[in-house]
Nanobody
């Protein structure tokens, strides 16, 4: 069993910055991709950023150039640095990790953290 615990988030004015962190813990596991999703009220969940174990990243078009996703493989952590925040970035942000060992491959989720951007 793998657990993901997020930290960060909160309230910030438009144009400001916030950082999110997510730590994976458990025994004898190996993680492939990690990243972040978000869901705003009344909207579908969307992928914000993903990062492979090798460090390759993928971002939603809406956050490119503003958000940076990184990870520390030794610590099993993933981060999301959010700059130039906009009102429309307001959502619950959840981290995820694709655990590739032991079999079977399974995706684990954090509990979610609220990010609120005031206009």
């Amino acid at each position: 069993q793998v657990q993901l615990v997020e930290s960060g988030g909160g309230l910030v004015q438009a144009g400001g910055s916030l950082s999110l962190s997510c730590a994976a813990s458990g025994n004898g596991f190996r993680i492939g991709a990690m990243g972040w999703y978000r869901q705003a009220p009344g909207k579908q969940r969307e992928l914000v950023a993903a990062i492979t174990s090798g460090g390759s990243t993928n971002y939603a078009d809406s956050v490119k150039g503003r958000f940076t996703c990184s990870r520390d493989n030794a610590k099993n952590m993933v981060y999301l640095q959010m700059n130039g925040l906009k009102f429309e970035d307001t959502a619950v942000y959840s981290c995820y990790a694709d655990v590739i060992a032991p079999w079977p491959v399974r995706t684990y989720w954090g509990q979610g953290t609220q990010v609120t951007v005031s206009s």
